[in-house]
């Protein structure tokens, strides 16, 4: 009998229940597509979605990078400001650069497939697939949370990536249940279903907090061998709580007009803002501890 991995935070048994339930509520009508909702849905997916990168810094201390904690907290909040400073001077372009990232970070989910390409594919599937079936309201939040009327074209684009990916993605979960990965095949397959059906904040927020941000918070703590609340309790309440004051921050500057918009708008650009450190901070750290390091002939 094969042993099914509780990868996702869910045994998958429950992934595929709730999101089936999930999109069959939303199919009969029972979770209103309405502003207030998005914005609860926004600021829930930010609060359980952002714990798994607060091990970011102590992962990297534990690959051995020999920078002081002042480096590489300054290090983190320059890519993060970097990025903020993106999103006050060309919206468009920081969510476009956002959709690339969210593409390049969900692929290391799925590399247990045998092949970077697929695992790409199953990532810009699952970015793009709202674009289907949701493409005007796709494009309506996009224009809501960049504030210009140019964001729609993104809409457009994810909808001509989308086939291809999705087509790559079959394949994607072809492979991972030929290698045994059958928990990753049923939850990519479950996340893809949630963002192809479901309306874009919902279908999102279903695959980032019970497929993505599970997986990796299991991922890295048991790399640094912590197995409890106890053990990981003091690295991630400190650094979560500081994303909530990014959130919070992003929240006051926002120039939105209302706000059930502004919490929407705040919680996806804190995630941005959060997503750039977590992904070019390893690369950024290499160099530091290159530099710190004395030539070696």
Known sequence: MTRIVRMTGLPVAGLLLVTAVTIGLDQVGYIPDTPLVTAIIAFALFVIGVPHGSFDLALLRRAGNT???????????????AMYM??????????????????AHFADDWTDCGSRF???????????????LHGTSLGALFVVLTGEADAVVLAEVMLLVAPVGIAVALVGLVALWQAGRKDLAISAGCGLAAMLLLPPVLGFALFFCLVHSPMQ????????????????????????????????????????????????AASFMTLSVLTAPHMLMPMLADKLKQRQSPATR
């Open 86 to 103: 993106v999103w006050r001077i060309t919206p468009t372009l920081a969510l476009a650069t956002f959709l690339v990232m969210a593409v």
């Open 118 to 132: 697929i695992a790409n594919g199953i990532a810009a599937a699952i970015v793009a697939a709202p674009a289907v």
């Open 217 to 264: 918070f299991r991922s890295h703590a048991d790399a640094l061998g912590l197995r409890g609340f106890k053990d990981w309790s003091g690295i991630v309440l400190p650094i979560s709580l500081g994303g909530l004051g990014v959130a919070a921050v992003v929240l006051v500057l926002n120039d939105g007009a209302t706000l059930t918009t502004d919490v929407f």
């Open 67 to 81: 920078g002081t904690t002042a480096q590489l907290v300054l290090l983190y909040l320059t890519c993060a400001m």
